[in-house]
């Protein structure tokens, strides 16, 4: 039986990552499958295509959540595959909670990558040690899970933005910002890693993967 041509969406801002994949994965899909890139996920799900399965870099210039990008695809009704150099075990998890059904390493070899491709489009997971290591992290191990909005709030806080400039950036009160502040410290707290100063909230916010790394991804 002919094995149907599979609808890839790439969300990379780096083209000769996205211009790469046509030909590395040519040997491993199904013949005639296609590949539409763009540089967001605003950008992607904008043309109103249907994808069998949406490769997903993490770190994105944009300045957006990964978290939040996994979610709106999945909303789409397309499979979210993580596609990252990133290996932020807490950013990973993260992403996998919200509904990406695997991580391969851009390090990964080709066949691996089709590997998943091909489970993921079948909405199935891509269980492999990036995964298993993600889990692992937030298992227990004192890495709080924080609502978006507080999420929000701890990376602009934690990046060096005084508290008014992340009320106004958010569109909320300076109140409500350091409403949301204070449930972050009692969260971290209560998982027995206190960040009571401002040097301590960027220390955690880094350690779990709230703020972007400097090296791509």
């Not at 409403?179 to 971290?188: A, C, H, N, Q």
Request: proline residues 7%; negative net charge; contains cysteine.
């Amino acid at each position: 039986m002919p094995v149907s041509p599979l609808r890839i969406g790439v969300v990379d801002d780096h083209r000769a990552i996205s211009a790469g994949l046509p030909r590395g994965l040519a040997a491993y899909l199904p013949p005639h499958s296609t590949f539409t890139d763009a540089l967001s996920v605003a950008e992607l799900l904008s043309a109103g295509r249907a994808f069998d399965v949406v490769l997903l870099d993490i770190n994105l210039g944009d300045g957006s959540v990964p978290e939040q990008n996994v979610r709106a695809v999945a909303d789409a009704g397309c499979p979210v595959l993580l596609y990252t150099a990133v290996e932020t075990p807490g950013r990973l998890a993260r992403c996998l909670r919200a509904g990406a059904l695997g991580v391969v390493g851009k390090h990964q070899e080709w066949a691996t990558l089709a590997e998943a491709i091909l489970l993921a489009s079948r909405g199935e997971p891509f269980l492999n040690a990036d995964w298993a290591a993600a889990m692992e992290a937030v298992s227990g191990t004192g890495i709080p899970h924080l609502a978006p909005r507080e999420a929000e709030v701890l990376r602009l806080y934690a990046a060096g933005l005084p508290l008014r400039v992340v009320a106004e950036h958010l569109h909320i009160a300076e109140d409500t910002a350091k409403e949301y502040l204070g449930r972050v410290r009692l969260k971290y707290a209560e998982a027995g890693r206190p960040a009571p100063t401002k040097t301590d909230l960027y220390r955690r916010a880094f350690e779990d993967g709230h703020l972007d790394p400097q090296s791509d991804g």
